[in-house]
């Protein structure tokens, strides 16, 4: 009997001490495991409207904040969302109203990396106050699912009524067509992208390290032409002839894209 008691005793102590040993491993197995994830890419943003001209000038810069490089998605060509507001009402949705490439876009930003997009939209705003909300659509590997979002205000003023001209006029000169020459551009793999517009045609040419890319002309919501390019000793032109003029004030964009790599815009005008 006494023997019966004392393998009870025996028996119940190893059950307790294989109990303890395995609540004191968990703990060091999750710490072994946890790491901290990546931050989203920060957003910044300013904007600014020209009343004589009806347009909306926006500036969007995006940094990662990480001390090591993330991997970065763009589900579209589309970088981010803006949104212009009166009140209640929506006066600009510029995800709804322009045109994107469906190619999903990915990236390896270093850390500290800033990329800034610049856009101008022709767009008529009445006299009054507006908000710009803007939200960053840029996807970092392992960060939480969430949206990085900006806002801005913008207040536009009554235009001045004209003044008053005088009785004698000078005979107005005829305007003369010149090609429209906009200063040379940079965007991802291209260098010093020069356009000049005369008319319903467009010359381009710039320089590369790719060997043949895509091209195409819209203006956000129709295509109006697209073609492919090769590339001689780093250097391409080429010439785009529109079935018609594109109308006065209308805002035209060319877009290049390597094969398999990531589109590039270009503003014609």
Known sequence: MKKTWLLAIVTAMILVVAACSKEEANPSDVDDTASTPPALLTLDTDVSYDAESKQLSTTVSMTNPNEEPVKVTFNSSQRFQMTVMNGDTTVFDYGSEYMFTESIIEETWEPGEKKVFDEVFPLTLEAGDYTVDFVGLAQVDGAPEMAVTDQQTLT????????????????????????????????????????K????????????????FEWSVSDGHNLYAQGAAEVTSGGFTFGVLLDEEPPAGKTLFLEMTPIGGDVASFRIQ
């Open 197 to 212: 517009l005369n008319g319903n045609a467009i010359d381009v040419s710039g320089y590369t390290d790719v060997e043949e």
């Open 156 to 195: 536009v003023e009554a235009a001045e009524p004209p003044a008053e001209e005088g009785t004698s006029e000078e005979p107005a000169e005829e305007p003369t067509e010149e090609p429209s020459n906009q200063p040379a551009q940079t965007n991802g793999a291209f260098r010093d992208v020069a356009i």
